[in-house]
Each structure stands twice: as structure tokens, then as C-alpha cells.
């Protein structure tokens, strides 16, 4: 059986529904940190959430210091979510330092070993701003397996500016409409 092409008029309908796409979508511009894994000599984008797995522990590290552009920008937080493979991992807070391109440090928070379990989550907040154009290194540290502390890991840090999709008014309004046969 042939298959015919699309009709013209179907055609013009497509191209006036993906040039109405950008005006259909309710958007928001932001600035926000950014974690990247790797070596310090490594380039990339970065991600807002990164994961790393320590000697048995996955650590998906988050980046909570989200503002829209033209606001101030907050102080750096984060949120650590624990996964690890079996019980017997503990956390000391304490121990995660952020370093600032100048060598300055600031702590994560108070110190103390506490038991880790799956999807057990700790955030941290630093009395620093991550600035534009400003490379950061953040230490996570205050791991241990036991008795046995574990070799802390450390990403970099930089703000990266991005814009988010919040709705799509219009394209919801064109879906009712076709499921309505209009």
C-alpha cells in the first residue's frame, strides 16, 4: 500500500505549530553552581547534580543555590543522598571543605560521625557565594567504611547560567483542541 505525503495544508499546520513552540513556553533564566567530576585540567559543561561512587557508596551530590538571573545570588548549598551498597559507612559532615580559587577554605558543617543508610540525605551550606567566572573546589571528605576512612574526592565548582522550561501554555491548549476534534 502507498503511503501519499502529507496534505499542504497538514505541512502549514506542523510549521505554524513549531514556530508558535517558542512563544508557547513559559521559561525562566537562571544562574545556578555547577559540580564537575574529573580532573582539574578537564573541560565541561558540569551538571547540577553529579554522582560518585567511594569504595562501595554512590554520593549523588546536588546543587541547590538556584537564582533567576538579575537576583542576588545565594550562598552555596548542597545536598549529599547516600546510596551505598551494604550498612557500615558512616559520614562526618565536618570533613567536606569547599576551596576557593585563592586557598581559602570553608567548612560543610558540624563535625561528628553519623551512620549512613540508603537514600539518607545531609545538606550542607557554606557562608560563600560561587560568582560568575569563579572556579571552586569542593573536597567531599568525612567518608569511612568502618573504622577505615575513606580517600576524600574532589570536584569543581563554577556558576553557570541556563534557562529552564517551566510550561508550555499554548502547546497544552493545542493538545485539548486535538483531542477535542476541533
Known sequence: MRRSLPSRASRAFVAVLVGLLPAACATTRYTQSRLQ???PEAEGRGREAVSVE???????VESLDRAPRGKAIPNLRLRLVFDPRELGYSFDPGQVVLRGPDGREWLGAAGGYRPVYPKASVDLAFDVVVEPETRMELVLGGLARGEKPLEPVTLRLARHRGT???????????GYMLQAGL
Open 37 to 39: 567530576t574529573g580532573p
Open 54 to 60: 567511594i569504595e562501595g557508596i554512590k554520593v549523588r
Open 164 to 174: 529552564s522550561i517551566d510550561r508550555l501554555y499554548w502547546l497544552e491548549a493545542i
